[in-house]
């Protein structure tokens, strides 16, 4: 047994269990988070699309904390699913978690699977309308802007560092929706400070 002497690295929830599925999305055994990563296991994750009345989307700077992607732009605030949760159930804890946005109607849009060098795993795409003010959680979130999704997918074309399976999602979600066109001036970021 490899786990009595291997260490838990000290970035953010390594220790937590996470929901890993098998090529079939069927749940298997699940594991830490940080064993998710090392290994590369396919996983769950929520992709939340925070979407203006004037249809520009708030878009997260991670923070150099995060297991995954440090620093980088994310058009979708969300998270890898918890063991025995749903990925309704993640995808408004971790809203409500990075964003202080509760309580919204949410639409869900489409599940997708997405690999790369970094990660696997079984995406679910949600998506809100939403005008009131933020208050994101400082560990993981540094700032969030205001972009339209042309923007987003240009910026990351341009070579822009932007999560990749995010943009993987974005450009599911303009495949599925169309691109939507913004109306109106792009709307500040009401941040609430505590």
């Known amino acids: 047994n490899t786990m009595a002497s291997e260490t838990i690295p ?3 929830s390594a220790a937590e269990m996470v929901e ?3 090529e079939n999305n069927i749940p298997t055994t699940p594991q830490m988070r940080f064993i998710m990563r090392r290994d590369k296991m396919i996983h769950r994750a929520t992709y939340a699309f925070v979407r203006s009345s004037s249809n ?4 997260q700077k991670r923070s150099d904390l995060k297991d995954y992607c440090p620093n980088f732009f994310d058009p979708c605030p ?6 025995g949760e749903s990925y309704e159930e993640t995808n408004a804890r ?3 978690e990075e964003m202080g946005i509760n309580d919204c109607a949410w639409q869900h849009l489409f599940t997708f699977y997405y690999e790369d060098h970094r990660i696997k795993c079984f995406g679910d795409a949600w998506e809100t309308c939403y005008d009131g003010p933020i208050k994101v959680q400082k560990e993981e979130v540094q700032a969030v802007e205001m972009m339209s999704m042309k923007e987003i997918l240009d910026q990351a074309e341009s070579g822009e560092s932007f999560t990749p399976d995010s943009i993987f999602a974005c450009k599911e ?5 169309g691109l939507p066109e913004v109306t109106g001036n792009r709307p500040p970021v009401n941040l609430i400070d505590e």
């Open 10 to 12: 000290t970035t953010l």
């Open 20 to 22: 890993i599925v098998d």
């Open 56 to 59: 520009y989307f708030f878009v």
């Open 78 to 83: 969300g998270g890898v699913v918890a063991a």
């Open 94 to 96: 971790e809203v409500a």
């Open 173 to 177: 979600y303009v495949r599925v929706k």
